[in-house]
């Protein structure tokens, strides 16, 4: 494969991701080789729950301590899983 190489060489990229691919000024395998995303977080910093604040991103390490439990709202599926960092517990809830 050649820089100059349509994105659709590309195994997985077809023409509907070429197209959305396109709104980004990504049509050569150039491009998107020099395609570099507008921001970026650092994930890097592992924190427990008791430095973690409602509404911040953060970067947790965390194991099950009890079976999940679901709850069907409407047609939306949520599963809420008790988990611990060895210290606090707190129920991370999936949609």
């Known amino acids: 494969m050649k ?4 994105i659709e060489k590309i195994k997985g990229v077809g023409p509907k991701k070429a197209q959305v691919l396109k709104k980004l000024k990504i049509e050569k395998v150039e ?3 020099n395609y570099f995303p ?11 729950l008791n430095q973690v604040f409602d509404g911040e991103k953060a970067a947790l390490k965390l194991k099950v301590y009890e ?8 047609r939306l599926k949520m599963m809420t899983v008790p988990m611990t960092d060895g210290k606090d517990r707190a129920d991370v809830t999936f949609f």
């Open 3 to 6: 820089l100059e190489d349509s």
């Open 31 to 33: 491009d998107l080789a």
């Open 38 to 48: 507008r921001s970026y977080e650092d994930m890097s910093q592992i924190k427990n």
């Open 67 to 74: 079976e999940p439990r679901f709850l069907y709202k409407n």
